[in-house]
């Protein structure tokens, strides 16, 4: 892959949205793992079509959309069927994020993956940026954007990679724990790394 690509992570109520869009106000093409896992299960799609063979048409919601709840409810706590499922999604999710890194027009790609380290899509990129937070900071903003109890957020934050490991395996980290201007300061910084980057990436080819 000719592109230059840096993956972008960090848990839940880190602001890795925030810092994306940092990135995009720059031109730079953001390329959003749920976005694209939406698109894969959407009306009409191959995706959707073998699902409803699979788990049968109560999968489906009224007007012919995919019934995420009942999806989720039935594969909660049967880890063969959830496994199933990861095996049919990730491969098209990872063909479809591959086929839109090759038709984006700036220098990089962001591309914004929640479980980078989780689902190994680590692999597809140049670069990891991991999005720092502190646990109890990503409950509270957690808590306050989506109405939802703090054990729930900690069940999530736990069943991803820990903090440390995601430290550990990143190549840039941003703090985002203190203002918007300092953050924005960390992303241009960033950015004018990776313009770098990637012509020396693109020179080789």
């Given amino acids: 892959m000719s592109k230059f690509v840096v993956g972008l992570t960090g848990g839940i ?28 299960v959407a009306k009409g799609s191959k995706g959707l079509k073998a699902i409803v063979e699979h788990f049968g048409t109560e999968m489906l919601a009224p007007e012919g959309d995919l019934d995420r709840a009942k999806l ?13 499922l990861n095996q049919l999604l990730h491969p098209m999710i990872r ?9 984006a027009n700036s220098p990089y790609v962001i591309m914004v993956v ?16 991991v999005v720092d937070i502190s646990p109890e900071l990503q409950i509270a903003r957690t808590v306050s954007r989506d109405q939802v109890d703090a054990t729930q957020v900690n069940n999530i934050i736990n ?36 313009l770098q980057l990637s012509g020396i990436n693109n020179a080789h080819d």
Wanted: aromatic content about 4%.
């Fill in 72 to 84: 989720r409810e039935r594969i909660f706590n049967q880890s063969a069927e959830r496994e199933w």
């Fill in 159 to 194: 069943s991803q990679c820990s903090r440390s490991e995601k430290l550990a395996r990143a190549d840039d980290i941003i703090d985002n724990q203190g203002e918007i201007s300092a953050l924005k300061r960390e992303v241009l910084a960033l950015h004018q790394r990776y």
């Fill in 114 to 129: 929640p479980l980078l380290f989780e689902n190994g899509l680590d692999r597809l990129v140049n670069r990891t940026l």
């Fill in 95 to 103: 063909q479809e994020m591959l086929e839109q890194v090759k038709n």
């Fill in 13 to 40: 109520g880190s602001g890795k949205t925030t810092v994306a869009n940092l990135f995009a106000a720059e031109g730079i093409s953001l390329i959003d793992a749920d976005i694209v896992a939406r698109e894969v």
